[in-house]
């Protein structure tokens, strides 16, 4: 069974810092996707970045990229000049990928990040 | 279609009431999962479809709960006598099944308060 683990329950920076997200998962598979959801209050989840297990270079989505070190089992993502709007819950997820699709999402228990102004 | 609609978004029913919830994916989507998510959590998957054909279902799926998408469009999810402990946020996805097509796209939810 996959694992996510988000060691970051709550982090609180300044408007226009840089901030990283920790992410740690566990899994046997070799083919995997694994993503940075974002849940601001009271609202949908949404695709923030998606990282494929078998591309070595690191997704890159205007202020936000990850860190993905594959041997390690690592996924950060960074968040570069932080808005106000950037506050919301974030929750790294995993999926396998099966051939002609992906199964249900695993995801972490996500970190609470606040963006003072 | 602007996306996953979810209804109703909140729900309270008193304990041993059957309640049942409805998600209307995006219209091309083929896949359609149902997760559920507790406070302080991130969402636990229950199941999810291909077209009409339930593929999955986890074991949090307790005999209480079931699901359907019949036609292969709209999907319902009921949980039959409830109980204190369903109390939670509800969340229909949909995405398109094909190789790099992995992104889901949630509703809003639907929050249940069992009292």
């Known amino acids: 069974a996959q694992t996510v683990t988000q060691s970051q329950p709550e982090m609180s920076v300044q408007e226009a810092e840089t901030v990283t997200l920790s992410c740690t998962y566990d899994?046997?598979?070799?083919?995997?996707?694994l993503f940075w959801y974002k849940q601001p209050p009271s609202r949908q989840m949404i695709l923030v970045i998606r990282?494929?297990?078998?591309?070595?270079q690191n997704a890159t989505e205007n202020r936000f990229s990850v860190n993905f070190q594959k041997a390690a089992k690592s996924f950060s993502l960074k968040i570069s000049d932080s808005q106000l709007g950037d506050t919301a819950m974030y929750f790294c997820?995993?999926?396998?990928?099966?051939?002609?699709?992906?199964?249900?999402?695993?995801f972490g228990k996500g970190t609470h990040l606040i963006i003072q102004p | 279609d602007t996306g996953v609609s979810q209804d109703p978004r909140h729900k309270i029913t008193k304990r041993g009431q059957n309640v049942t919830f409805r998600c209307d994916p995006i219209?091309?989507?083929?896949?359609l999962y149902w997760y559920r998510q507790t406070l302080g959590q991130g969402p636990e998957f229950l199941t999810y479809f291909q077209n009409e054909a339930q593929l999955e279902k986890s074991r949090l799926l307790s005999d209480r709960f079931s699901a359907e998408r019949p036609k292969g469009s709209f999907s319902t999810l009921e949980i039959q006598r409830t109980e204190q402990g369903d109390s939670a946020m509800y969340l229909c996805a949909s995405s398109l099944r094909g190789r790099g097509n992995t992104e889901a796209f949630f509703g809003q939810g639907t929050r249940l308060t069992v009292v």
């Open positions: 899994t046997s598979e070799n083919n995997y996707y």
């Open positions: 219209s091309e989507h083929n896949r």
């Open positions: 997820a995993f999926i396998q990928y099966s051939g002609g699709g992906a199964d249900g999402l695993t």
């Open positions: 990282q494929e297990a078998y591309k070595q």
